[in-house]
Nanobody, 124 residues
Framework: QVQLVESGGGLVQTGGSLRLSCAAS????????MGWFRQAPGKEREFVAA????????YYTDSVRGRFTISRDNAKNTLALQMNTLKPEDTAVYYC?????????????????WGQGTQVTVSS
């Protein structure tokens, strides 16, 4: 069982930055591919970014590529999402997730474990 706890959300103006963190309670953090998803009001949950076990490969949805950076620290069991140049359309609840699978990282059905989410609000 893996418990994930997100932090770092908040209210920011357009063009601002936020850094989300996710702490994982597992001794085998490096065994999991980690991802970030988000869900805006009235919309389905969508993929944002993912990072492989070693952190050498990252994946992004087109709308955040170049603005967001996913990273992990396997020694500290933490995942991060640095979000720059934020836009109102980035407003959503952001979730971190973990999977022990080896493909399908852009699909939320791939992930075994989920955090409770953290709210990000970008004002125009």
């Amino acid at each position: 069982q893996v418990q994930l706890v997100e932090s770092g959300g908040g209210l920011v103006q357009t063009g601002g930055s936020l850094r989300l963190s996710c702490a994982a309670s597992t001794r085998t953090f490096s065994n999991y591919v980690m991802g970030w998803f988000r869900q805006a009001p009235g919309k389905e949950r969508e993929f944002v970014a993912a990072i492989t076990r070693s952190g050498t490969i990252t994946y992004y949805t087109d709308s955040v590529r170049g603005r967001f950076t996913i990273s992990r620290d396997n020694a500290k069991n933490t995942l991060a999402l640095q979000m720059n140049t934020l836009k109102p359309e980035d407003t959503a609840v952001y979730y971190c997730a973990a999977t022990d699978k080896y493909s399908g990282y852009r699909s939320d059905a791939t992930y075994n474990y989920w955090g409770q989410g953290t709210q990000v609000t970008v004002s125009s």
